[in-house]
Structures are given as structure tokens and as C-alpha cells.
């Protein structure tokens, strides 16, 4: 899958930084012919997300201040002591470290472009032997302030649909805010009741 999305890049077919749906599925329709197995062009754009982010990591961990480059077996390497302390932490990466990258050139070839500069440089102020702050964290600490404001938004809007109800219904309102008032103030009620028995029976003790 890699070989023929990176022939694409090289050969000059993809023109934009993303591939089309078209590639997806020629590279589906590749992927059958050779290996017999069938794949849609959905498919095969979600696993290139999951060869992006191995370059992610990649890119984060040659990164690192105490890592070396080789490249000729495109292999990131890092002595005992500073591998040792990375991998206590970062068990994962283990995987990417003091080894041969497989599918390195392809992945440079098809996400190099994107990736090698900008958010992903290291900056220099950062410790020998640690990592800066992984780009999932980044995306996901985006998707959690989405999350919140999508919220408060919604809050906001029952808010001004309550207001708004009680601005046209004038009426009910003072209707219920009667009721209520009358609910709450029984003692009201009875004084009320029994100030009226008692004028009747003045009056009627006025008659006889």
C-alpha cells in the first residue's frame, strides 16, 4: 500500500497535500491484484492515517536531544543509559528505537513533506533525553475544548429559549407566579377566609 501511494507522490500524480478518494481506491483495486485481498478505498485511507501517525512518532523521537540518525538503515539510535530512562516511560517506543524503521523511505516520501518542519521540530530548550508533548495530546486537548464549547453552546441556547418563552407568554407567567404565590402563602388564605365568616355574622347580628 505504501509503494504505490508513494509512487503516486514521486511520479508528480498527487498534486495536493491529501489524496483523492481516486488513489484510494487504485490503490484498493493494487492491493487486490497482488495479494488477493479485497480492500475499499475507505480502507485504505484509514490505515494510511495509522502509518501517519507511526511517522509521528518517528518524527518525535528523532527529536529526542540524546538521539542519533543513521541513514543508512534509517534507524534511530540512543545509548544504554538514555534508552534505558526513555523506555520506563515510554514502553511503546521501544518499537522505533536502536532498530531498522521498515517502510521508513515510503513513509518520508508520502508525509516528509508535512511533517518535517513546523510543530514538529524539538525545541532546544528542552531537557536531554525527553520528549516534548506528543501531537495526540494536542489533537485531543483540541477535541475536548470542541467538546466543551459545543456544551456551553447548547447551555446558552436552552437559556434563551426559556427567556424567550416566558417573554411571549406574558399572561402565563403572571398566571403561575399567582398560583405559586398562593400555594406558598396559606396563612394568607385563611385570614382571608376567616375575615369574611366574620363579617357575615356581624352583619347578620346586626339584624336581629
Not at 502509518?51 to 545509548?79: H, M, N, P, V, Y
Amino acid at each position: 500500500m505504501l509503494e504505490y501511494l508513494a509512487t503516486l507522490v514521486v511520479n508528480g500524480t498527487k498534486t495536493s497535500s491529501t489524496f483523492k478518494m481516486v488513489h484510494y481506491n487504485g490503490c484498493a483495486k493494487a492491493v487486490q491484484e497482488k495479494f488477493c485481498i479485497v480492500r475499499s478505498g475507505e480502507q485504505v485511507k484509514n490505515h494510511l492515517k495509522t502509518w501517519q501517525k507511526k511517522f509521528r512518532k518517528i518524527c518525535d523521537l528523532r527529536g529526542l536531544s540524546a538521539a542519533g540518525w543513521d541513514e543508512d538503515t534509517f534507524t534511530i539510535t540512543l545509548d544504554d543509559e538514555h534508552y534505558n530512562n526513555h523506555i520506563k516511560d515510554h514502553k511503546s517506543d521501544a518499537d522505533f528505537l536502536n532498530k531498522p524503521i521498515q517502510h521508513f523511505e515510503e513513509m518520508h516520501t508520502i508525509f516528509g513533506s508535512t511533517m518535517a518542519t513546523g510543530k514538529f521540530a524539538k525545541d532546544s530548550g528542552v531537557p536531554l533525553g525527553t520528549q516534548e508533548d506528543s501531537t495526540d495530546d494536542w489533537d485531543n486537548e483540541v477535541q475536548r475544548m470542541e467538546v466543551q464549547s459545543d456544551r456551553n453552546a447548547n447551555e446558552d441556547n436552552n437559556a434563551a429559549t426559556s427567556s424567550a418563552t416566558k417573554a411571549t407568554n406574558p399572561k402565563k407567567r403572571d398566571k403561575g407566579k399567582k398560583r405559586a404565590m398562593t400555594d406558598q402563602d396559606p396563612l394568607v388564605a385563611a385570614i382571608k377566609w376567616g375575615s369574611t365568616k366574620l363579617a357575615k355574622a356581624i352583619k347578620e347580628a346586626g339584624k336581629q
